[in-house]
């Protein structure tokens, strides 16, 4: 089966002329990104779009063009309407687009735009490359393929999820053609410092109450090779964060010298905990996730545990104990 099929992804799209566009629940930057820079694909085609996310676009991406369009996807809702045609970005697996699944048509025909190398191959057609550095970079291909002009707009939407997927270009996906695409970007335009100066600067008064709260609780194991904090549901409610203030806490444990596993333990609600690993290369944390029904990249994924918070704890540090042994 051919993951990359960009003769099929650029024939579903100038076959269709109305199309639902979704990501993953919890919207990172490439996530936000790649959705509005799909819609600004469709609108110089003359196709009409309607962009749906599980969950509300994070304060710090609303600068970027179209963000206020983005409908916001709640569980049990009945949608407007049902679409037959639908395109899914930066998306592992389907249930990652969480309640914007019943906005889809039975029978919907699907494009999934990924570059997870977890990705399960759903849909009709796929355009999946897990060498890509973000799925931004996918889309930017895709453009390209598609001879469609490029505005300042869509060129700070790629460079917006590039910048972002690559942790501010200091992670191991940062290739080549990444800095090549983001040079072009700058050249189209994109603000480059204002986007950083956004994403990779500003600190929401929330996040740096959150992270004093986190690091209270940094804890080790496996000789300092295994890191972790916790953030619970009290320490949500009494910072008053957003989902959004979580951005990058993670790394607080992975960062320090000698950790080969940084994770992030966030209480989601009484028995559900939401995990993020972060590794330093020596194992595959995607891998490791997706054991536990999860998924993402060698060195960044995620899973959602069903089970009280100290025995998240106890089972993930216990499986990574057990592995690096």
């Known amino acids: 089966m051919n993951l990359f099929d960009l003769e099929r992804a650029k024939a579903f799209i100038r076959d269709g002329d109305d ?3 979704v990501t993953h629940v ?38 970027l063009a179209g963000s ?28 990652r687009i969480g309640p914007a699944a019943a906005w889809c048509a039975p029978g919907a025909r699907l494009l999934n735009i990924d570059h997870h190398p977890t990705n399960d191959g759903f849909g009709d057609v ?22 469609v002009p490029w505005s300042r707009e869509l060129a700070e939407c790629i ?25 072009e970007m700058l050249e189209r335009g994109a603000d480059g410092s204002r986007i950083a100066e956004r994403l990779l600067e500003r600190l929401s008064h929330s996040h740096v109450l959150l992270l004093k709260r986190a690091l209270a609780t940094l804890s080790f194991d496996a ?21 959004e203030d979580l951005e990058g806490l993670v790394n607080y444990s992975r960062n320090i010298e000698g950790v080969e596993v940084g994770i992030l333990f966030k209480e989601v609600d009484e028995g559900k905990v939401k995990v993020s690993l972060r590794s330093a290369g020596t194992v595959d944390v995607a891998a490791f996730a997706k054991s536990f029904g999860g998924g993402g990249h060698v060195r960044a994924a995620g899973v959602t545990l069903h089970m009280p918070l100290p025995e998240a704890v106890r089972t993930i540090v216990g499986a990574l104990r057990g592995l690096m042994a």
């Not at 996530?31 to 509300?56: C, F, N, Q």
């Not at 917006?160 to 053609?177: E, H, K, M, V």
């Open 26 to 63: 919890q919207p990172d930057g490439d996530a936000v990104s790649s959705l509005l820079a799909a819609g600004l694909l469709l609108e110089s085609l003359g196709k009409r779009h309607t962009p749906v996310i599980g969950d509300r676009v994070p304060g710090r991406l609303r600068f």
């Open 223 to 243: 000789g300092n090779r295994i890191s972790w904090l916790t953030v619970t549901r009290a320490d949500m409610e009494e910072t008053e964060a957003k989902a």
């Open 126 to 147: 796929t355009l999946i490359r897990p060498d890509a550095s973000a799925t931004a970079e996918i889309l930017y291909e895709l453009v390209g393929a598609m001879g």
């Open 68 to 95: 206020g369009s983005i409908r916001t996807a709640t569980p049990g809702e009945t949608p407007e309407r049902l679409h037959d045609r639908v395109i899914a970005l930066d998306c592992a697996d389907f249930s």
């Open 159 to 183: 460079y917006t999820g590039i910048l972002t997927d690559t942790g501010g270009f200091r992670y191991q996906n940062t290739t080549p053609a990444a800095h090549r695409i983001a040079s």
């Open 19 to 21: 199309f639902l566009l």
